[in-house]
């Protein structure tokens, strides 16, 4: 009788890029260690962990930009050790970094096709080169960008898009992708994504880095975690949870958005009415309460960052005025024990027609900002973390004239414990922090200086879900300490789930205001598209009868 032939299991795919026991070290310092990873062709694999785990300086060995201290790694087969990014671009590994790479005097166009630009005898083909750019920027679905516009001219939304397009290259093998949607809208979000799976079906593998779950589970098909330079696990995306993921990347399980009631809102701090700068902020009046955060949605363009700007005095309205109060029950709690706490603000109103000066003013009257772009607008990277952090109020840490260098350490030292910095010291310089220390960093200075209105632009772009809720945490602090928040995000879900309410910004005007219990994704979403589309949304008309609360974790960009 013959015998039933057996079937064999499929062999595994034969990877196309092997990592074997990768180690990187400063110093005396290891950020990674014996990492030994495989990345199939056509698959996308999640690199995530905590800020500082070692996912960039990875990325960064693979890419070209920096040397492992030890291992190495093969691709196709062959070893590959590329010495710099233009050498593993030659072997088509390419990386859409975090930080922008970007020339920002130069056009779209010629960032697109930088070291690659058209030209006959010498003399650029304009006409050609703007032809590529658009073929260029149609796969991302950016149509509506004018090629020949300066790079300075675009959001960081919309420079975002214009760096990932430029990588989105015929010959790319390997593209690693760093937090790609930290400033993305869920339109631009949805094309990425679609580009994502173009890629994929034609055998490119995708390394993606970021702190949205919820991305993960959507485009992933496996996840590498990474926990202190070391690689934890390797897991199928496919029915993985979220707490399992955090849990992993954390080392314990982080709950930091359950649902909470409304806030007991105090007194009026701060009054805006009828700001304006040209069209890009029309005429916004609102007003902001001891206590209490407010949130501001919209899409990329809606005109969230200039107002946040307007009120900061970083530029000059032409139209409206704002109010800042003060009282003499403030309270102010010291940073650090045994620092004596400043003096409680005399009953003052400062109003500035047109908005404050200069953002000296600005600060002088108790505003504060934590920018979007902490590295090139927030930070003095090169200098320590104690500079950066008592930079808001020197006099608070000199006496005639003289730096009191003791009381100085001694502050510092306070806030790297309430804000769990991980650094070596005060005197680390903020530029080798990761990006969760860095925003840490940002907000010792104004615990270093009390304010009473405190500006928050996309406070946890680039942020692990471990430090996203230790900022929480303080974020909660200083309402409950009597301070007014105003908090800008690009994600609905954190919005939902800090703010007591939120006002939806559309073409440059405050469209709708929602109060906590009000607000749905969906009413959220309406309004940030309503003054587009040249209607109106009235709070009562878009907000339903019962609120949806936020999930377990802020994953999504969704506006």
Not at 175 to 181: A, F, H, Q, S, Y
Not at 212 to 240: N, Q, S, T, W, Y
Not at 309 to 329: E, K, P, Q
Request: include cysteine; proline fraction near 5%.
């Amino acid at each position: 009788m013959p015998s039933t032939p057996t079937t064999q299991p499929p062999a595994p795919p034969t990877p196309l890029l092997c990592i074997d026991a990768v180690g990187k070290d400063y110093s005396a310092t290891t950020v990674l260690d014996g990492v030994t990873l495989a990345l199939n062709a056509g698959e996308v694999l999640a690199l995530t962990g905590e800020n500082g785990a070692g996912k960039s300086t990875l990325s960064k060995i693979v890419c070209g930009l920096t040397p492992a201290t030890r291992g190495g790694m093969r691709l196709a087969g062959q070893t590959f050790a590329p010495a710099t990014r233009r050498e593993a671009e030659q072997h088509g590994v390419r990386m859409v970094m975090q930080e922008l790479g970007l020339v920002p005097t130069l056009t779209v166009a010629e960032n697109l096709l930088l070291g690659r630009l058209p030209n006959r005898a010498g003399w650029l083909q304009r006409e050609v080169l703007h032809a590529a750019a658009r073929t260029q920027l149609a796969k991302i679905g950016l149509e509506s960008i004018d090629p020949a516009t300066p790079v300075s001219q675009l959001g960081i939304g919309q420079q975002q898009m214009v760096e990932i397009a430029r990588n989105l290259q015929d010959d790319t093998r390997i593209l690693v992708l760093d937090e790609p949607t930290a400033m993305l809208t869920p339109r631009e979000t949805t094309y990425l994504f679609d580009q994502i799976a173009r890629l994929t079906a034609r055998g490119v593998a995708i390394v993606y880095v970021s702190h949205r779950l919820e991305e993960l589970r959507r485009i992933a098909d496996r996840a590498a975690v990474l926990r202190d330079g070391r690689l934890v696990d390797v897991l199928p995306m496919a029915g993985l949870s979220e707490d399992d993921l955090v849990r992993r990347m954390v080392g314990r399980s982080v709950n930091d958005l359950d649902h909470r009631p409304r806030r007991t809102a105090g007194a009026v701090v701060m009054e805006v009415s009828g700001i304006g700068r040209g069209t890009a902020v029309q005429d916004v009046s609102l007003s902001l309460r001891a206590g209490e955060v407010f949130g501001v949605a919209g899409l990329v363009g809606s005109g969230r960052t200039e107002l946040v700007r307007l009120l900061f005095g970083a530029d000059r309205a032409d139209r409206g005025s704002v109010t800042v109060h003060g009282s003499d029950s403030d309270k102010k709690q010291p940073p650090v024990q045994g620092v004596k706490a400043p003096k409680a603000t005399k009953s003052v109103a400062n109003k500035a027609d047109k908005g404050f000066a200069s953002p000296l003013a600005a600060i002088r009257a108790g505003i504060g900002l934590v920018t979007e772009d902490r590295k090139s607008q927030g930070l003095l990277l090169a200098q320590p973390i104690r500079i950066n952090a008592t930079l808001s109020d020197w006099s608070a840490v000199s006496r005639g004239g003289w730096l009191q260098r003791a009381l100085e350490h001694r502050l510092v030292q306070g806030f790297v414990r309430t804000l769990s910095i991980r650094c070596r010291s005060g005197e680390q310089p903020v530029g080798q922090l990761s990006g969760g220390n860095q925003q840490k960093v940002v907000f010792a200075r104004w615990l270093h200086r009390p304010v009473r209105v405190l500006l928050l632009d996309e406070p946890t772009r680039g942020v692990d879900v471990g430090a996203r809720a230790e900022i929480y945490t303080e974020l909660d602090r200083m309402a409950d300490e009597g301070r007014a928040l105003l908090m800008v995000s690009s994600d609905l879900r954190e919005l939902m789930a800090m703010a007591d309410r939120i006002g939806v910004m559309s073409a440059g005007r405050l469209v709708a205001v929602f109060e906590r219990g009000e607000w749905s994704e969906q009413s959220l979403l309406a309004a940030a598209f309503s003054d587009m589309a040249g209607r109106a949304t009235e709070p009562s008309a878009a907000a339903p009868s019962s609120s949806r609360g936020p999930s377990s974790a802020p994953s999504s960009a969704t506006a």
